[in-house]
């Protein structure tokens, strides 16, 4: 194939099985956009209204999806009243991307995905260090995902948007090396992403500082387990592979990096021009 490349299933241990364990990422292409382009989407099928999902790539649809979390994290009580903008020390990460699903050309749908790095770590290991410890152990490759919100999306909508946001998110990120997902969520949602995703537990329910101390229990998740606990999932996500204009992701320029991280109660600026300066040191602070 010109665009795609189908991965053997020794690069991420796959043992074989019924599902077919293969998995189709691009390759040979730029997966990032050149400084100042704008992200191409992609449509979400099965449904009515025309939402389109793309990575951020413009300073409203930053801005759009930082508010957004913002606002639904104080409608759940995980933020203090007054914030505008939700944006972390990871998010000045220089490899940390940004997904939204946008209809009329508002960001109604975000979350953000953020690779496993040197000067930071992952969000959750705050509370989950020894749990990662050992996936790292292992040898994954990881990045989480986070920061997830959406508004005015009934729930079949809400049951297409999600699925093509992973599905546009899971193949940018096998793509650059990834192997794992590991994310944390409120114990009422566990089922959601167990029974639908196939997610695997990783450690037990916590209380989280990051979200006011309300309780989070943590998952993981890979391609290998996805296709044996949830096959229709992995075949949604996995099935086609997506344009590599799609799949290009751009990096948030330096002044709107300042810019949010001056708004935000979650970061310092004197923390993020400390992660920018390192960023501009040694190029990518993955570790993979």
């Not at 649809?61 to 759940?76: M, R, T």
């Not at 990662?132 to 920061?147: D, M, V, Y």
């Not at 994310?183 to 992403?193: C, D, E, L, M």
Request: proline share 7%; hydrophobic share 40%.
């Amino acid at each position: 194939m010109s665009m795609a490349t189908i991965l053997p299933k020794e690069r991420y241990g796959f043992r074989g099985g019924s599902a077919g364990l293969t998995v189709v990422v691009p390759s040979r292409v730029s997966l990032r956009l050149p400084r100042g382009a704008t992200a191409a989407s992609v449509p979400v099928p099965g449904i009515s209204r025309d939402i389109q999902v793309k990575f951020a790539s413009t300073r409203q649809e930053w801005e759009e999806a930082f508010q957004l979390v913002a606002d639904n994290y104080q409608a759940c009580g995980y933020e203090g009243e007054g914030a505008d903008c939700r944006f972390t020390d990871y998010h000045a990460l220089p490899d940390t991307v940004v997904l939204v699903a946008k209809a009329e050309g508002r960001v109604v749908a975000t979350f953000s995905l953020v690779p496993d790095n040197a000067p930071l770590g992952l969000p959750l290991e705050s509370l989950y260090r020894p749990e990662i410890q050992a996936l790292r152990h292992q040898g994954r490759r990881l990045f989480e995902t986070g920061s997830l919100a959406d508004r005015g999306l009934s729930l079949r909508e809400f049951l297409h948007v999600f699925p093509t946001m992973m599905r546009l998110g899971w193949q940018y990120q096998v793509g650059r090396g990834a192997d794992t997902t590991v994310i944390t969520v409120n114990p009422r949602h566990t089922s959601f992403y167990t029974k639908l995703h196939g997610f695997l537990s990783l450690g037990p329910r916590r209380s989280y500082d990051a979200v006011q101390g309300h309780p989070a229990e943590a998952f993981y998740l890979n391609p290998e387990t996805m296709a044996s606990r949830a096959p229709e999932m992995y075949r949604r996500i996995f099935g086609e592979p997506l344009p590599a204009s799609v799949l290009a992701a751009p990096r948030m320029p330096e002044h709107l990096v300042y810019y949010f991280a001056a708004r935000s109660s979650r970061t310092r600026l004197a923390t993020v021009k400390r992660i920018r300066e390192n960023a501009e040191a040694l190029g990518s602070s993955r570790r993979w």
